[in-house]
């Protein structure tokens, strides 16, 4: 899962590999429609078009674009970025496959930064302004028995994105969790999501969950 990362934009983590485990689980067939959401460096966008997908990225930042047209065209495959809030530069495509391993890190800041690196992993007080949004716009663009594929730390609440899926007919679950240590982010952030009551104990571990959320027939 090689990928370039400019400057600036979010080089795949812990997170990247646990939804690129659960991509390798999901039955694709040749030139199933996938769309990679939040795409970063493309580093998920290039696990799937392996695979023989025809890849969709998005994101709405210029470097990640430019990142994940470089890491394509390197690899030497076919995917289509384009730059644009979340499923807008998508809108009237139906997928197969969504995955999305977007910002989620609550911040103090209850707006999300506009540049810099924060902008790959801030997402507001409680960490689902863009969750949300994910969890009301992605069901409409599934296609019957097509599949989302979502990545977030539990300090995220999972229990909401599940329910949110669910509201919107899916059926979904968590079907993989994982434990890995803090990195700068949430170690500098300690006593603020204690104070908050996101964080319980003296825990130094962030646990990540995948979501599976499958439209049916």
């Not at 460096?41 to 078009?49: E, I, P, R, V």
């Not at 076919?78 to 009237?92: K, S, T, Y």
């Not at 409409?140 to 919107?168: D, F, I, K």
């Amino acid at each position: 899962m090689r990928a370039l990362s400019l400057p600036g934009v979010y080089a795949p983590q812990a997170d990247t590999a646990l939804l690129a485990g659960a991509l390798h689980e999901e039955p694709l067939r040749p030139g199933a429609q996938v769309l990679d959401l939040c795409t970063g460096s493309g580093a998920l966008a290039l696990t799937a078009a392996r695979r023989g997908a025809d890849v969709t990225a998005v994101d709405v930042s210029w470097r990640a674009v430019l990142t994940t047209r470089v890491n394509a065209r390197w690899a030497r495959l076919p995917i289509r970025v384009l730059r644009g809030d979340l499923l807008e530069p998508v809108a009237g495509h139906a997928f197969d496959l969504i995955l999305s391993n977007p910002p989620y890190v609550p911040a103090p800041d209850v707006r999300p930064p506009r540049r810099g690196p924060a902008r790959s992993w801030d997402a507001g007080n409680d960490g689902r302004l863009l969750l949300d949004r994910i969890c009301q716009q992605a069901p409409a663009q599934l296609r019957p028995g097509g599949v989302l594929l979502l990545v977030h730390s539990a300090l995220s609440n999972p229990e909401s994105t599940l329910a949110r899926l669910r509201a919107e007919g899916l059926n979904a679950t968590v079907t993989d969790r994982r434990y890995t240590a803090f990195g700068p982010v949430l170690r500098a952030r300690q006593s603020w999501l204690r104070s908050t009551g996101l964080l319980q104990g003296d825990t130094e571990k962030e646990e990540l969950v995948i979501i599976r959320a499958e439209r049916p027939l």
